[in-house]
C-alpha cells in the first residue's frame, strides 16, 4: 500500500495536512493547487510542522527530511495520470468540487480511489460529476483538523461505492493511525450533524446577548468539560466553513435550528472568518 502515489488537490488547512499524513505512510505525494505558489506554501507549512515536531522530540530529523522529500508541489493536474489515490480538499462548495472532480476524471487512471473531504456535502452529489464507471472508486474521506493530530476519519459511501473501495480507505486509515468512523450519505454526515447546531445554539445566545463570548466559551468548558469553547472553536474551524456547511444542512433538512444565524453572516460578510483572519467572536494576534 505504502508505495502507492497519491495526489492531494488543495494545499490549504486541510489539504497540506492530509498529504502530510499521507507521506508519513511512505507513499509519494502530489500536492496540487492551480497556483504553484500555493502549493509550495503548503509544502512550507508542512515542513515548518514536521521542524516543531523535532524540536520537540516527536520526530528525528531524517524522518522529518523522508517526508517531506516525499512531497512534491504541482500546478498541473495533469499529474494525476500515474496516481492510486487522489484525495479532494478544496473549498466546501458544490460548483468549485464537481468542476475540479470531472477534470480528474478524464486525467487519472481507472484504477485510482477518488476521495473527497467534504465536510457536509452529499457524495452522491459530487459522484455525479464522474463517469459512471468511476463511481464504484468515489468515496467520502473527511478529515478533522488539524489532521496530522486528530484521529478520526469518517467514511462515507455513495449508493454506488463498492465494497473494495470502502477497504481501501480503511486500509490508508489504519497506515495513518486514523479511526474510522461511517455514516450514511446525508447531509453533515455524523459529526458536523451535531456540532453544527450546537454551535449555531451558541451564536443565537451571543447574537441575543445571553453572555460575552467568553461567558459563553467557559460555560462550554467548565460546565460541559469541553477542551474548546463553541465560539471558540467556530472560529478556529473558519466561521466561513461553519456557514458553508450549516447553509448545506439548512438545505438538506429545512429544519430551522440548522438555519445559519445573522451574526455569522455577518461576520463572514466582513471579511472576519476567525483564526486565520485574526477576528471572528474573538480576535487573535497575527503571526
Not at 499521507?22 to 521542524?51: F, Q
Not at 456540532?195 to 459563553?216: N, V
Not at 471558540?232 to 435550528?257: K, N, P, S, T, W
Request: hydrophobic share 45%.
Amino acid at each position: 500500500m505504502t508505495n502507492e502515489r497519491a495526489l492531494v488537490a488543495g494545499a490549504g488547512l486541510m489539504g497540506h495536512g492530509i498529504a502530510q499524513v499521507l507521506a508519513a505512510t511512505g507513499r509519494p505525494v502530489l500536492l496540487y493547487e492551480p497556483d504553484l505558489a500555493r502549493s509550495v506554501a503548503g509544502r512550507e507549512r508542512i515542513a515548518a510542522n514536521l521542524e516543531r515536531s523535532v524540536a520537540k522530540g516527536r520526530l528525528d530529523g531524517a524522518e522529518r527530511d523522508r517526508i517531506i522529500g516525499r512531497i512534491e508541489p504541482t500546478a498541473e493536474l495533469a499529474a494525476a495520470a500515474d496516481v492510486d489515490l487522489v484525495v479532494e480538499a478544496v473549498f466546501e462548495d458544490l460548483g468549485v468540487k464537481t468542476a475540479l472532480w470531472s477534470e480528474l476524471d478524464r486525467v487519472a487512471p481507472e484504477r485510482a480511489v477518488f476521495a473527497s473531504n467534504t465536510s457536509s456535502i452529499a457524495i452522491d452529489r459530487l459522484a455525479a460529476a464522474v463517469g459512471e464507471s468511476r463511481r464504484a472508486r468515489f468515496v467520502g474521506m473527511h478529515f478533522f483538523s488539524p489532521v496530522p493530530v486528530m484521529p478520526l476519519i469518517e467514511l462515507i459511501r455513495g449508493s454506488a461505492t463498492s465494497d473494495e473501495t470502502e477497504a481501501a480507505v480503511r486500509a490508508v486509515a489504519a497506515e495513518m493511525g486514523k479511526q474510522v468512523i461511517v455514516s450514511a450519505d446525508r447531509p453533515g454526515f455524523i459529526v458536523n450533524r451535531i456540532l453544527m447546531p450546537f454551535l449555531g445554539e451558541a451564536m443565537r445566545a451571543y447574537q441575543e446577548g445571553l453572555g460575552t463570548a467568553d461567558d459563553i466559551d467557559t460555560g462550554a468548558k467548565v460546565g460541559l468539560n469541553h477542551p474548546m469553547g463553541p465560539l471558540e472553536l467556530a472560529d478556529f474551524i473558519g466561521l466561513d466553513v461553519c456557514l458553508g456547511v450549516m447553509r448545506v444542512l439548512h438545505e438538506g433538512f429545512g429544519q430551522e435550528h440548522f438555519a445559519p444565524p445573522a451574526v455569522l453572516i455577518e461576520l463572514v460578510e466582513a471579511g472576519h472568518l476567525g483564526q486565520k483572519t485574526g477576528r471572528g467572536f474573538h480576535t487573535y494576534p497575527r503571526g
